[in-house]
């Protein structure tokens, strides 16, 4: 089955510790996206990525990094400089041509920072 | 102003009814527009999308776009209790398949 598996379901961490969220996709698709949401508020694009080897930062890009080695892989890391990174986190991907193209999200990592 | 606006809602509408869920978006350039549903702690998965003026149909779903007004509705006919959900309302804005979401309106069907 084509899907986009984001791992884990659930993260905890310690305040002041870095934590990469997994994100894998075997649809062949070129973008992938990471947003962020919190409770009552939309989806907001941290970082997408059209091609391996390249990323854009989103609207909400600061305090967090990503990488896109593979075209199945789109990994986010968190770090300490993120300054309330509590948050339902999504991954997802598109086919890169077309104005009509919409994203297909993954399951989301729910991440608690104490 | 945000770039996409929904009413939080709640809606609620009893079993078999219509449901209408309103959108408005700032940009006029916007080309593409797309409903997702969201369940509670689950993923946005896409029910609907739409590019042109007009209605568009699917089952008991009906997208509704106006440009100029820069507004678009996505209508549930006979609304079952399964549909109760956050609808969230996506616009193509700016750069590259950037989606901008709007905050979502959370849909109550009651029996």
């Known amino acids: 089955d084509g899907g986009i598996t984001q791992s884990p379901k659930y993260l905890f961490r310690k305040e002041g510790q870095n934590v990469t969220l997994s994100c894998e996709q075997n649809?062949?698709?070129?973008?992938m996206y990471w947003y962020r949401q919190d409770p009552g508020q939309g989806l907001r694009l941290i970082y997408y990525?059209?091609?391996?080897?390249?990323?854009q930062k989103g609207d909400i890009a600061e305090g967090y990094s990503v990488s896109r080695e593979k075209k199945e892989s789109f990994p986010l890391t968190v770090t300490s400089a993120q300054k309330n990174p509590t948050a339902f986190y999504l991954c997802?991907?598109?086919?890169?041509?077309?104005?009509?193209?919409?994203?297909?999200f993954g399951n989301g990592t729910r991440l608690t920072v104490t | 102003q945000k770039e996409v606006e929904q009413n939080s809602g709640p809606l609620s509408v009893p079993e078999g009814a219509i449901a209408s869920l309103n959108c408005t978006y700032s940009?006029?350039?916007?080309?593409?527009f797309f409903w997702y549903r969201q369940y509670s702690g689950k993923s946005p998965e896409l029910i609907m999308s739409?590019?042109?003026?007009g209605d568009k149909e699917d089952g008991r779903f009906t997208a509704q776009l106006n440009k100029a007004s820069q507004y678009v509705s996505l209508l549930i006919r006979d609304s079952q209790p399964s549909d109760s959900a956050t609808y969230l309302c996506?616009?193509?804005?700016?750069?590259?398949?950037?989606?901008?979401f709007g905050a979502g309106t959370r849909l109550a069907v009651h029996p």
């Open positions: 997802a991907s598109s086919m890169s041509q077309g104005v009509d193209s919409p994203l297909h």
């Open positions: 649809l062949n698709h070129d973008a």
């Open positions: 990525s059209q091609i391996v080897n390249d990323f």
């Open positions: 940009d006029r350039g916007s080309q593409s």
């Open positions: 739409i590019y042109s003026n």
């Open positions: 996506a616009v193509k804005s700016g750069g590259y398949n950037k989606l901008i």
